[in-house]
C-alpha cells in the first residue's frame, strides 16, 4: 500500500527562490529517502534520514524528519532551472525490506 | 560507464505478445529490484532478488516472471501482454538487502497495443 503522501503536487518557483516539498507517512519507519527524477529517466537518490535523526544536509538540501507527525520536508535553496524535476520521498518500514514511494511532488524551476 | 542498464529502453507490442526486458549492472551490488511506474508517476515494487534469490514478491499477476541468472543481473518475462501492462519498467539495484539506497536505470517504456 502506498506510504508517502507528496504536498505539494505541483510547485513552480522562479530560479533563485527557495523550493519546499513535503511529505508525510502513515506507519513507523527506519528510514526515509528523497529522490529526484528528471523528465524520462530514472531516480537518483538524494538524501536518507534515519528515524533517529531531525535534520540533515547535503549541498543546497535540507531534509527535517518530525517522527511524532510522521513528516518530512525537502527545502531546495537557491533553485536551478536544473532542479526541475519530480521528487519523490520513500519510507522503508520497520520490518519490511521494501522502499515504499509516494505520488512525487513536480518542481518546475522557471529561469 | 552506466551503472545500472536496461535493454531495449523503448517496447511496442501487441496485445497478447511474449516480452522480456534485461537489466544488468556494474555496481557489484547484491540486490537488485524491478519497478512499475504508471501513468501517473506512482512507482511501485514488484519483484527483488538478493543473490540470485527472491526476496520480495510482490501481488502482480503471474504472468510475470523474473530471472536472476547471476547477481548482476535481473530479467523480467511478461507473458501475454494486456493494455494495462503499459507503464516505465525500472530496475535497480542496492549494496545489499540491508542497504536501502536504491540505483535506477534509466527506465523501459512500454506500450501494448
Known amino acids: 500500500s502506498q506510504q508517502g503522501e507528496e504536498d505539494p503536487q505541483a510547485l513552480s518557483i522562479q530560479e533563485g527562490e527557495n523550493a519546499t516539498m513535503n511529505c508525510s507517512y502513515k506507519?513507523?519507519?527506519?528510514?526515509l529517502q528523497w529522490y529526484r527524477q528528471n523528465s524520462g529517466r530514472g531516480l537518483v537518490h538524494l538524501i536518507l534520514?534515519?528515524?533517529?535523526?531531525r535534520e540533515k544536509h547535503s549541498g543546497r538540501l535540507r531534509v527535517t524528519l518530525d517522527t511524532s507527525k510522521k513528516s518530512s520536508s525537502l527545502l531546495i535553496t537557491a533553485s536551478r532551472a536544473a532542479d526541475t524535476a519530480s521528487y519523490f520521498c520513500?519510507?522503508?518500514?520497520?520490518?519490511?525490506?521494501?522502499?515504499?514511494f509516494g505520488k512525487g511532488t513536480k518542481l518546475t524551476v522557471n529561469p | 560507464d552506466t551503472a545500472v542498464s536496461q535493454t531495449p529502453k523503448y517496447l511496442v507490442t501487441q496485445m497478447g505478445n511474449d516480452k522480456s526486458i534485461k537489466c544488468e549492472q556494474n555496481?557489484?551490488?547484491?540486490?537488485m529490484y524491478w519497478y512499475k511506474q504508471d501513468s501517473k508517476k506512482f512507482l511501485k515494487i514488484m519483484f527483488s532478488?538478493?543473490?540470485?534469490?527472491?526476496?520480495i514478491n510482490e501481488t502482480v499477476p503471474n504472468r510475470f516472471s523474473p530471472k536472476s541468472p547471476d547477481k548482476a543481473h535481473l530479467n523480467l518475462h511478461i507473458n501475454s501482454l494486456e493494455l494495462g501492462d503499459s507503464a516505465v519498467y525500472f530496475c535497480?539495484?542496492?549494496?545489499?538487502?540491508?542497504?536501502?539506497?536504491?540505483?535506477f536505470g534509466p527506465g523501459t517504456r512500454l506500450l501494448v497495443l
Open positions: 534520514i534515519r528515524s533517529n535523526e
Open positions: 532478488y538478493n543473490n540470485k534469490e527472491l526476496i
Open positions: 555496481l557489484g551490488h547484491d540486490t
Open positions: 506507519t513507523s519507519i527506519n528510514n
Open positions: 535497480a539495484s542496492s549494496l545489499s538487502r540491508g542497504i536501502q539506497t536504491q540505483y
Open positions: 520513500a519510507t522503508l518500514q520497520g520490518g519490511s525490506e521494501k522502499l515504499v
